[in-house]
């Protein structure tokens, strides 16, 4: 399972031009899941996520995780497992089919209470990064 997580002052998913889902500072999840995930790999990963210490503190300094003030949007990515080592296209078949992503996005997105995308949809995603701060996680 792969994250690509951004620390964002806020961010929102909209499908067909209505929002599905909106946060504002927090973070934003991307959830890849791969073929051989579980929901013990998944529960995992959530529970590193909404641990992560990269909000300031009192001091200025990286070491706040999120807190009762701040919000979570997941939205599936099955394009983090997308291949490019040979030619120009991107081959995605590490990425796993719907049937088995989805229960562990939906249980992924449920463990940290966060609001989502809609799965397997079009979706058009905007944030305002604060920071920058962006980081892959990534769990075998």
Known sequence: ?????QRVSEARVA???ET???I???LLVLLG???DDDEAIGDRLADKVAALRVFEDADGKMNDALGPDREILVVSQFTLYGETRKGNRPSFVAAA???HAEPLYERFRARLGAQGGVFGAHMEVSLVN???VTLMMELP
């Open 15 to 17: 499908v067909d031009g």
């Open 24 to 26: 504002g500072p927090g």
């Open 20 to 22: 599905v889902g909106a």
């Open 97 to 99: 089919r719907p049937e």
């Open 130 to 132: 604060d920071g920058p």
């Open 33 to 35: 899941v791969t073929h």
């Open 1 to 5: 399972m792969r994250a690509l997580i």
